[in-house]
């Protein structure tokens, strides 16, 4: 087994040197090239945040390793551009079917990565001609909730139907998503879809929930279940997702709103609290991942 890595130090250590020329082009060496000949190699790499510097960075990196002949699985804890599966205006690029496209082009045999908004369960997939491993955190996520809130019984729910493979085995439900119109500043290079409601066919008085999503983005979507939950007379309320980016200070509002919000570490951020490491580590230990390499 050979691991490697630029940004994994807990996995192993730092193998791939990543600079920039003085015009800003990105620079790539592999060390000790020999050992991926011909061989089955991990490569851990963090493609979030600068995302588009990291997935070029990565290209070359599965480009130089082609070269030698080495068969390449990537494990990167958030698959970037996966929430751009769907097309919903004449002309928009279908960009998570591009990514994959383009990872497979260049010599990935297969990638590991931690609750893909796209695939809505866990275990092995394939998309746009890419094998996937989607492992997820929702364990984790749920025992960390049972640890803040004690002895007292939890309910466990998602805010929309795509993120219902996250609850089901904690005897969760889901509540349903109402998308607005596709959001468009004139003038700014910013773009998002709305979040119109979010609503509840089931009863939360007095109980404790916890709202559990693959990701929060800009928050609109938490930020009406945690008001739903609320206005249904809910005892405690916590949120969790397994990648919190926390746009638009969403962090701030979550927090005000609920009694409790925390993520893994696969996107680093003020709230942080559930390690990630161990999932990764358990994907190499069952073999699920050959050879790593890590920048």
Known sequence: ??????????????????????????YVRINDMDKCQGEDVSLFH?????????????????????????????????FPYSRQDKT???????????LCKLLVEFGLVKLITVDCHFLKREGEAEYANLKIQNISAS???????????????????????????????????????????????????????????VERSFDVKDKNILILDDMIATGGTMIK??????????RKVFCAATHGFFLNDSLDKLKKLSDGIFTTNSIPNDVAEVDIVPLLKKALADGQVDAPIRP
Do not use: C, W
Request: charged share 25%; net charge neutral.
């Open 1 to 26: 087994m050979f691991l490697v890595s630029p940004t994994f130090p807990e996995i192993s250590q730092p193998n791939i040197e990543i600079k920039v020329f003085p015009d800003g082009d990105s």
């Open 225 to 234: 279940a945690v008001e739903n939950v609320k206005k249904g007379g809910a």
């Open 46 to 78: 963090r493609l979030y945040p600068k995302q588009n510097t990291a997935i070029f960075n990565t290209i070359q990196m599965l480009h130089t390793l082609k070269r030698v002949g080495a068969r390449t699985t990537l494990i990167a804890p958030y």
């Open 88 to 98: 919903f205006l004449m002309g928009e690029a279908l960009s998570a079917q591009v």
């Open 139 to 197: 364990r984790l996520l749920v025992e960390h909730a049972r640890g803040k809130i004690g002895l007292e019984q939890l309910e466990v729910i998602s805010p929309d139907e795509g993120a219902n493979y996250l609850v089901s085995e904690f005897g969760g439900k889901s509540m349903k998503k109402e998308r607005g119109g596709h959001y468009d500043n004139a003038g700014a290079e910013e773009t998002y879809r709305s979040v119109e409601k």
